[in-house]
C-alpha cells in the first residue's frame, strides 16, 4: 500500500508542475501587455514592467516565478492595487467552497437518489422521465440554466433573489444551476452501478432470506453500488468549484471566479497563474484523496 501511495503522489506531483509550466508559457502567448494605456507615458509603463520583471526574458521570469512559487510566493497583482495572489484566493475561496460544497451535497443526495428509483424502476416511467432529467442536465450548460432560472423562478415567480449572496435563499438558485450537471452523472453512474449488481449472488440470497425490498436495496444493492460513485467524486467536488466561475459571474457572486475571469481581460499573470495552479493542485488533490480510498476499498487496484 505505501508503494500505491507513493506512486500516486508523485504523478500528482508531476501533473501540478507540468500544469504550472503549460500554463506560464501559454499566458505568455496570449498577444497584448497588461501595462499597455494611452493614457499613461511609455517611460512609466518601462518602469512597471521592470518592478514587475516584466521586461526580462520569458526563461528568465519562468525560473524567477517557479522559485517564488516553491517558497509560497505567488505574486502580487498586477491590477489590483499591490494585493498578494495568495490574499486574494484566501479572501474569496471560502465563497466559492461555499457554494461548491453546498451544490455538491445536495446534487449529490438527489443524484443517488435518482439513480436508485431508475434502478427500480426500470423501463418504466418513473426511468424514462429521470433520464430524461438527467440528460438535460447534461446538455444545458449553466450559461443557459442560470438566466433562465433567474427569470422564471426569481424575476416573474420571485420565489427567490437573483443576485447577491450572504443569506440562504441567495444561495438556492446558484446551488441548483451549479450542481444540475452533477445530480445528471450521478444519476446515470448510480443507475449503471445498481443494475449491474441487481443480479448478483448474494443480492440473490438475501431476497432468499426473506429480507424486504428495502432492506435489500439499501444494505446490499446500495453498498456495493458506491465504488463508481467515490471514484468520480473527487472529479466531482473540483468540477463544481471550478465550474463556479460562470454561475458567480450570472448571480454577482464574489468569489474567486470573478477575480479569475477579470485577470484573463487585463492580462493580470500573477492572478491568472495563482488561480489555475491552485484548482489545478485542488482537482489533482481530489483525484490522489479518491485513488487512495479507491485502493482501500478494491485491493485489485493496488496490485494493477
Known amino acids: 500500500m505505501t508503494k500505491f501511495i507513493l506512486k500516486r503522489v508523485c504523478i500528482a506531483i508531476t501533473t501540478v508542475f507540468v500544469l504550472a509550466t503549460l500554463t506560464f508559457f501559454l499566458m505568455k502567448m496570449i498577444p497584448g501587455d497588461p501595462f499597455l494605456n494611452e493614457k499613461v507615458k511609455p517611460n512609466v509603463q518601462e518602469l512597471q514592467r521592470k518592478y514587475y520583471g516584466l521586461d526580462k526574458p520569458v526563461w528568465q521570469q519562468y525560473l524567477t516565478y517557479m522559485g517564488n512559487l ?34 455538491l451535497f445536495f446534487a449529490e443526495i438527489i443524484g443517488l437518489g435518482f439513480g436508485m428509483l431508475c434502478a427500480q424502476f426500470r423501463g418504466k416511467w418513473p426511468d424514462y422521465l429521470l433520464m430524461v432529467v438527467a440528460i438535460v442536465g447534461i446538455a444545458m450548460p449553466s450559461m443557459v440554466l442560470g438566466p433562465l432560472l433567474r427569470y422564471y423562478l426569481g424575476v416573474k415567480a420571485k420565489l427567490f433573489p437573483v443576485t447577491g449572496w450572504g443569506t440562504a435563499a441567495q444561495m438556492v438558485l446558484p446551488s441548483i444551476v451549479l450542481g444540475m ?70 448571480f454577482l457572486i464574489p468569489g474567486l471566479g470573478k477575480y479569475f475571469v477579470d485577470s484573463i481581460s487585463t492580462l493580470d499573470y500573477p492572478v491568472i497563474m495563482g488561480t489555475t495552479i491552485f484548482y489545478g493542485t485542488f482537482l489533482v488533490v481530489m483525484n490522489l484523496i479518491v485513488d487512495i480510498l479507491y485502493g482501500l476499498v478494491d485491493p485489485r487496484i493496488r496490485v494493477q
Open 70 to 103: 516553491l517558497k509560497g510566493d505567488m505574486g502580487i497583482s498586477l491590477t489590483k492595487a499591490g494585493r498578494s495572489v495568495s490574499s486574494i484566493i484566501m479572501e474569496t475561496f471560502p465563497v466559492s467552497a461555499k457554494l461548491g460544497l453546498t451544490s
Open 181 to 250: 450537471s452533477t445530480i445528471a452523472n450521478t444519476t446515470r453512474s448510480m443507475r449503471a452501478s445498481m443494475l449491474s449488481v441487481t443480479t448478483q449472488d448474494y443480492v440473490k440470497t438475501a431476497k432468499a432470506k426473506g429480507l424486504s425490498q428495502p432492506e435489500v436495496v439499501l444494505k446490499h444493492e446500495m453498498k456495493n453500488s458506491m465504488v463508481p460513485i467515490l471514484t468520480n467524486m473527487g472529479v466531482s467536488i473540483a468540477s463544481v468549484l471550478m465550474g463556479s466561475f460562470v454561475v458567480e459571474q450570472i
